[in-house]
Structures are given as structure tokens and as C-alpha cells.
């Protein structure tokens, strides 16, 4: 019992100290550098219960796949770097859903994915 609760912790402070959403293969890795015994099915068991709970959310991206962040964050996008893979976060929204639709569709919700090159990753 005791182990599972460091397993869940160790998680929940890798999502809280994600500056970008990310992939199950990614919390693994971070993940086992705190709890070496973490192992994927862990990992998929404890992000179960932490969308239960409301703790993160999960995104469906593009080209990723599923994603997940912490939840409770405000309206945001993403930018995909096609070099290195990574998507980042853009703050605030960046389109007018309601005036994109034509006269008649209730626009209820959207996703924007702006692909590219990162800093990281423009050639100098
Ligand atoms: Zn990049
Ligand atoms: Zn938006």
C-alpha cells in the first residue's frame, strides 16, 4: 500500500513539474529515476485513477497520440516541433471559434495544434 502511494506521488509531482504535456513513455522514464520499481502497467493504473480523480487530463494529439497534463489549467494550444517531437504549450487561445464556423454550427469546443520548429531546434 505504502509502495503504491510513492508510485502515485511520484506521478503527481512529474506532471506538476512538467512544463509540457507528456506521453506514458515519457512519465515512465522521469518516473524511474524516483521509484525504480515503476514498471508501465504502474504507470497506465495510476494515470487511471489521477484522470478519476480530476488531477490531469488527457489530450489527443495529432501525430503523439494521447497525452496527458495536470488538469485544471486555463484555455490553452499546442506547438509541435517536427524536428524534435515535442509539444509545447502556447498561453491563451489563439482563434475566434464561434466567427471560424459558418452561420448555423454551435461551436462547442476545439482543439489547435500549430506545427514547426522549436527554438531548441532552429539551426543557428
Ligand atoms: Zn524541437
Ligand atoms: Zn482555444
Request: hydrophobic share 40%; charged share 25%.
Amino acid at each position: 500500500m505504502k509502495r503504491q502511494t510513492a508510485q502515485r506521488r511520484t506521478i503527481e509531482r512529474i506532471f506538476r513539474e512538467a512544463k509540457n504535456p507528456i506521453g506514458v513513455e515519457e512519465i515512465l522514464s522521469l518516473g524511474k529515476k524516483h521509484v525504480t520499481s515503476l514498471n508501465r502497467a504502474t504507470v497506465y493504473r495510476n494515470l487511471k485513477l489521477l484522470l478519476r480523480d480530476g488531477v490531469i487530463q488527457k489530450i489527443v494529439h495529432p501525430t503523439l497520440g494521447i497525452l496527458y497534463e495536470i488538469a485544471g489549467k486555463a484555455h490553452h494550444h499546442y506547438f509541435q516541433c517536427r524536428t524534435c517531437n515535442r509539444a509545447f504549450e502556447l498561453p491563451g487561445c489563439i482563434i475566434n471559434a464561434g466567427a471560424a464556423a459558418p452561420e448555423g454550427f454551435l461551436v462547442e469546443d476545439h482543439e489547435v495544434f500549430l506545427f514547426g520548429v522549436c527554438p531548441s531546434c532552429v539551426p543557428a
